[in-house]
């Protein structure tokens, strides 16, 4: 049997934080939407009889009933298709989501709380939704395959031998318990990195994220195409996200100016696929405004800036000295060395620091 495994999509994820552009979430949506139609056209081009969604397809608080119809149709593109789909943490299957109160085509199941199996004319089905935005245990544990006539597939949201309080929250699950189950594939959520074939007969996998979400989920990100024959499983991983997310890290120690950044941020060498996130570390020898950089940049393949940069002065040594900025300087030392400052308020202390002794210069 041949199947296509995707997960975490997360339709209409407003991407916050993914850039300091004002654009980019409109973009990235319309992305996902040209790599969900990829999906759709490899099944068609390749007669896949399953489609199998672990979980995260949209995101519950934010999607648009018009995202969910286009979904829906390009679902009833592929009638032959069987869709199983198994809600996570962000989509989960409560009173008001559009699972439970949306008419779906014909050809998708979506599961619900209760783990419940599906008998097709190749395999046995099982599946598990969320029915709210933490899981702390599905009882897969208790799940006995009853069955090896037909090959046995559970379709699952959730993490792998969660250690964290956090990890525990979505649906933790050992490894070990998963492998004594002997199901023939395990279709896994929630892990936005792919993980497939790093073991030999590897038959628990994360697809990963169908595309990136941002910075923090860097490489390549697509789908899982698999095919099970008897005892063999082949797996193919297809990439989808046509974007390639990447981190460049400058020093600043040796610029005297803003103008002496730009320009060595306006001479990089960016492909046109590339979203770059730009990383400033070193001394700095002025203030660093990202928000004002970013709007003088000419590639807006440039979308962020982040400043990791310390102030190039000698704090401890100037404060010592007997003028205004000595003065000023000790002053602040004693408020950045109050043990009860947070992280927030000690940033907010040094960038009043670095604008203070450019005044007094």
């Keep these: 049997m041949k199947f296509v495994h995707i997960a975490d999509v997360h339709f209409d994820c407003p991407f916050v934080n993914l850039s300091d552009r004002d654009n980019m979430g409109d973009l990235r949506r319309l992305e996902q939407r040209k790599a969900f139609k990829k999906v759709i056209q490899y099944i068609k081009e390749n007669d896949i009889k399953y489609l199998f969604i ?7 608080k934010y999607v648009r009933k018009s995202t969910i119809e286009y979904i829906n149709k390009l679902f009833e593109e ?3 298709t069987k869709i199983f789909i198994s809600p996570g943490n962000h989509d989960p299957f409560i009173k008001n989501s559009y699972y439970n109160q949306f008419e779906w085509s014909k050809n998708v199941k979506i599961f619900n709380s209760e783990i419940e199996q599906i008998e097709t004319e190749e395999a046995y089905i099982y599946g598990y939704g969320f029915d709210d935005f933490y899981c702390n245990n599905c009882d ?15 379709i699952i949201h959730g993490t792998i031998d969660g250690a964290s309080i956090e990890e525990k929250q979505y649906n933790s699950m050992s490894k070990n318990m998963l492998k004594e189950k002997n199901f023939d594939y395990i279709a896994l959520g929630h ?4 993980d497939y074939n790093t073991q030999e007969n590897q038959r628990i996998v994360y697809p990963g994220s169908m595309i990136s979400l941002g910075f923090d989920e860097l490489g390549d990100h697509g789908m899982i195409v698999g095919e ?3 005892d063999e499983l082949n797996l193919e991983f297809i990439k ?6 990447i981190e460049i890290e400058i020093d600043v120690t040796e610029f005297y100016s803003k ?13 046109e696929n590339q979203y770059v996130k730009i990383i400033l570390k070193g001394d700095r020898n002025f203030e660093i405004d990202t928000y004002e950089i970013i709007k003088l940049i000419t590639n807006d393949r440039i979308i962020k800036i982040k400043n990791k940069t310390k102030i190039a002065y000698n704090l401890e040594k100037l404060s010592h000295n ?16 109050n043990e009860n400052l947070n992280e927030e308020d000690k940033k907010i202390i040094e960038k009043a620091i670095e604008i203070g002794l450019d005044a007094l210069e």
């Design 54 to 60: 672990s979980g995260d397809l949209y995101e519950q």
């Design 78 to 80: 592929i009638p032959n």
């Design 140 to 154: 897969i544990q208790d799940v006995k395959i009853e069955k090896k006539d037909k090959k046995n597939i559970l």
């Design 191 to 194: 892990i936005h990195k792919i």
């Design 228 to 230: 099970i024959n008897e």
């Design 240 to 245: 989808l996200d046509e974007e390639e997310f």
């Design 259 to 271: 103008e002496d950044l730009i320009e060595k941020i306006n001479s990089l060498v960016i492909k």
């Design 322 to 337: 007997n003028t205004l900025k000595g003065l000023f300087t000790k002053n602040m030392l004693e408020k950045l060395k």
